[in-house]
């Protein structure tokens, strides 16, 4: 850019600005309303600090320090209206009590809140922006100083408040002032504002403009004029302390940050900065802190290749300075370097560079130097704006071999160098290369055909050497016109052949040297399936799962296969282990062989195999027991016999039953059954076996007799009743008592079964009860008395011998039936001379007794013979023969005697 075209944008910005100024000025006499604070100065002591100034002292010191700094620097747009209490206001407590109040939130309060209780009830607080406290505390601090709002329970909230030492000098006003008005400290802002920790006591400068657009004492557009992105111009403002015009500059640079940028210059309150010039810091907007960059004077500049700005102080004098600013920096670079011709030695190419500016705002002017074996060529061009290309063309010649051309391209001003320079390498041929090869696929199955596409290019240019001529294995190939050699092979054997041992360069120009980049091959190759595992075996039981693994590698390598196997109609997909689960319902094998692969790495389907059975099986047991029914307390013997059903051999192993412990104490019925199997040979739990139905019984013999006496003599008739006690079914056996049981002498007998002969089933053990029965004779008498006249009474009597309990039984005498028990009484009436009386017994048992007599009635004779004798009587008393009853002979056993019983009385 020439001076006289500088020259005049300098002259158009400066009038631009000047109507600027002037349309700022109208505006801000129209609209500009000055802020008006009310503050009410609070004088405060100490109980133990002795007062030695006065209220309206402290009141004059406030009001000239904050008025004449803040007309100034608000540049009138805020006005003071400062009270001042008329009295002291003295707290009961000492200093000491308060003196940690800048730190302590606890003892701020305290301290406001007894200074609040001490006003008097006519003072309207809430009238006044802020109360400013005043105190007689002695505190070198600029922490001293604070202000700020602050809540107290109870009183107005939220309350404004500043609070400074008295003897504090004017800076602790101003930032105690500042505080309350809500400006925070600023660290690293290096003195120049109030709120910097560093900032001149005596002398406190104007707040940064940043701080004043904060508390609207300043405008960005017409007071703080912006710079975009991408934007530069060159532009005067006026110092800080000025109060009006263009006093600052503002360039975005993030969504958080933006570069300040302002004109001070020592003087009026300003005097105490650290020194005159043109002001850079970065703003943060929100957290609101200022960080001071660089201070600029006359010909200085400062560059920032990172945010990418430029600030560069053209003029300065004491009213304002004139900068040329840029929101961006030009940024040069090579974008392309192209060439065009053949890569042959002595022969000149075309080179094309292409130039660009990345950056954000228009370049200096620039050279681009191209440096080469032979000479450096320099070549001018003009400024780029942002964003625009510029082609550059020339020549360059090559050598044989590595040809290393250098370009740069440089500028005055330039945001970033590494992007200026670029290296291209160019390489004039000098042999033909194997550069690569392709094949259809990369491993071939044994026996097949193997297609190979090998790239020949030159070492140069990389451009094709077409046709080119080579041999291999007697056999003529020329390259095409795309740089390609197309070979056939195939071999029966897995392995790889190395394709370059036997290919060699026929004739191509005068090239000799062939380099293989690359050395071509082929794998001709297979699937092996090497490993089968069956789990849990290779014979299962029936309706189980297998789980089959088969382990598949590619033999030349070993490596894994990948892809997917077919067995039994099933497609799995895997790597290495390709596992299948089987099952069958029935009997039977299935045999594992791979039906066909897909290979997902190479594309093979030649598999070696050897084929693997599975069986499914079970166990067939037979149990057999030697009969059905047992005796009670009888083993039970029972046998099994046990085979493999797919292949009938002899089953390998034990069989468990229902029932481990085969003998009973009782009648009992069970039915034995196969509960499992242990297989020592395949392992198999599922088999199918019969059941035995096993039954224990014992034959109940009741032994009863329908009496309890029985004649010597006689058989005891004895009942005798037999069921199995199983079922309850009849005992279709013989029962046979211990002894006869025949009476053949007084006394009890017992009788018992001696034994059983079994019947259908063949059981042999019995339970039967004993009866006792006595063995007996009766021994009876027959009385008559007759001696009252017409009357007649007969005395039956019968006891048993063994024990003499009497007998009873059905008696009658002289055919009428008599009751009684032992002793049987007939009386009746009776007329006659001789009573002739038969008596009998029918007692179950015993043959019947019969007892017959005649006698002489003596009363009815003796009044009929001596009616007149009265006292005399003869009593004639016959005693006849009592016949008894013989058993016949044949019921008699010989052993046991007849014996007569009788008596004549």
Not at 184 to 210: C, N, V
Not at 436 to 463: Q, T
Not at 476 to 487: D, R
Not at 879 to 904: A, D, H, L, T
Request: proline share 4%; net charge neutral; aromatic share 10%.
């Amino acid at each position: 850019m020439g001076e006289n075209a500088v020259s005049k944008i300098y002259a158009l910005t400066t009038l631009c600005f000047l109507i600027l100024f002037c349309i700022t000025l109208a505006c801000q006499s129209v609209n500009a309303q000055a802020e008006v604070r009310k503050i009410l100065v609070i004088p405060v002591a100490f109980k133990n600090i002795t007062i030695q100034t006065k209220p309206s002292l402290i009141g004059y010191s406030v009001k000239t320090y904050l008025t004449e700094y803040f007309d100034e620097v608000s540049y009138g747009k805020l006005q003071l209206d400062i009270s001042v209490y008329p009295k002291f206001v003295i707290l009961n407590n000492s200093w000491s009590s308060f003196e940690t109040y800048y730190y302590d939130r606890i003892v701020l309060e305290q301290l406001l809140t007894q200074v609040l209780y001490n006003l008097s009830e006519t003072v309207d607080i809430t009238a006044y922006w802020a109360l400013m406290i005043v105190h007689l505390g002695s505190c070198k601090y600029k922490s001293c100083a604070k202000g700020g709002l602050i809540d107290i329970p109870g009183l107005v909230s939220p309350l404004r408040y500043i609070i400074v030492p008295f003897t504090s000098p004017k800076l602790y006003y101003v930032y105690a002032f500042l505080q309350a008005r809500g400006l925070s400290d600023q660290p690293k802002a290096d003195g120049w504002t109030p709120m910097a920790p560093t900032a001149s006591e005596d002398y406190p400068p104007h707040i940064l403009m940043a701080e004043k657009a904060k508390l609207g004492w300043v405008s960005h557009g017409s007071e703080i004029l912006s710079i975009s992105r991408g934007k530069h111009l060159e532009v005067s403002i006026y110092r800080s302390s000025s109060a009006a015009g263009v006093r600052g500059l503002i360039l975005p640079l993030t969504t958080e940050t933006s570069l300040y940028i302002e004109y001070r210059f020592s003087e009026g309150q300003d005097s105490g900065i650290p020194k005159n010039g043109v002001l850079l810091y970065i703003h943060n907007h929100p957290s609101g802190r200022n960080e001071i960059l660089k201070v600029l004077w006359v010909g200085e500049e400062y560059i920032d290749r990172v945010s990418r700005f430029i600030v560069k102080v053209l003029n300065a004098d004491p009213l304002s300075t004139s900068l040329f600013v840029a929101n961006g920096l030009p940024d040069l670079a090579i974008k392309s370097v192209t060439y065009n011709g053949d890569l042959i030695p002595g022969r000149e190419i075309e080179l094309t560079i292409t130039i660009e500016n990345i950056g954000d705002i228009t370049s200096m002017p620039f050279e681009v130097i191209i440096k080469d074996a032979f000479k450096t060529k320099t070549i001018s061009g003009s400024a780029l704006e942002a964003g625009e290309t510029r082609t550059i063309k020339t020549t360059i010649v090559l050598r044989p071999g590595t040809n290393e051309i250098n370009i740069s391209v440089q500028s005055e001003l330039d945001s970033n160098t590494n992007n200026n320079n670029y290296k291209l390498e160019l390489l004039a041929a000098k042999s033909l290369i194997i550069k690569k090869f392709w094949s259809p696929k990369e491993r071939y199955d044994v026996g097949s055909e193997a297609v190979v596409d090998i790239l020949v290019i030159r070492d140069n240019d990389g451009l094709p050497a077409t046709g080119a001529v080579f041999e291999y294995k007697g056999k003529k190939y020329t390259v095409n016109a795309s740089g390609h050699l197309t070979l056939t092979l195939s071999s029966n054997e897995v392995g790889k052949i190395d394709i370059a041992q036997d290919l060699s360069l026929e004739s191509y120009y005068d090239i000799q040297i062939l380099d293989f980049k690359i050395r071509p091959y082929v794998i001709f190759d297979a699937v092996e399936i090497y490993k089968i595992e069956c789990s849990p075996a290779k014979r299962v039981d029936v309706g189980s799962e297998v789980t089959v693994k088969l382990y598949a590698r590619y033999m030349y390598d070993r490596s894994d296969f990948k892809g997917l196997i077919k067995v039994l109609n099933m497609t799995k997909e895997g790597k290495g282990i390709f596992t299948f689960t089987l099952k069958k319902m029935n009997l039977g094998k299935e045999t594992i062989r791979v039906e066909s692969i897909t290979d997902e790495l190479y594309g093979l389907s030649k598999v070696l195999q050897e084929p693997f059975d599975i069986i499914w099986d079970m166990v067939i047991v037979e149990l057999k027991s030697d009969k059905e029914f047992y005796n009670v307390g009888e083993q039970a013997r029972v046998t099994w016999n046990a085979k493999y059903a797919f292949d009938n051999s002899p089953f390998d192993g034990e069989v468990m039953l229902s029932e481990e412990y085969l003998r009973a104490d009782q009648p009992r019925v069970i039915t034995l059954e196969v509960v499992g199997i242990v297989d020592k040979r395949y392992n198999l739990t599922v088999f199918k076996s019969n059941t035995v139905t096993l039954r224990w019984d014992r034959v109940l013999v009741t032994l009863s007799s329908s009496l309890q006496r029985v004649e010597v003599g006689k058989t005891v008739p004895v009942n005798i009743t037999a069921h199995y006690e199983l079922d309850w079914a009849p005992f279709d056996g013989k029962v046979e008592l211990q002894s006869n049981p025949l009476c053949r002498e007084v006394g009890d007998i017992t009788i018992r079964v001696g034994r059983i002969t079994s019947g259908k089933r063949n059981i042999t053990v019995f339970n039967s009860n004993t009866i006792s029965v006595r063995c007996d004779l009766i021994e009876y008498s027959l009385q008559f008395e007759g001696v009252v006249f017409g009357y007649a009474k007969t005395t039956f009597k019968l006891n048993y011998k063994s024990d003499g309990k009497p007998v009873e039984g059905k008696v009658l005498i002289n055919g009428k039936n008599v009751l009684g028990t032992g002793t049987y009484v007939l009386e009746e009436p009776f007329y006659g001379i001789v009573y002739n009386v038969k008596a009998t017994a029918d007692v179950a048992g015993f043959n019947e007794v019969i007892a017959e007599y005649s006698s002489v009635h003596v009363g009815n004779t003796l009044t009929y013979a001596a009616c007149t004798i009265a006292s005399a009587y003869t009593i004639i008393r016959f005693r006849g023969k009592i016949r008894f009853r013989r058993p016949r002979v044949e019921e008699i056993p010989e052993e046991v005697p007849i014996e007569e019983q009788g008596s004549e009385e």
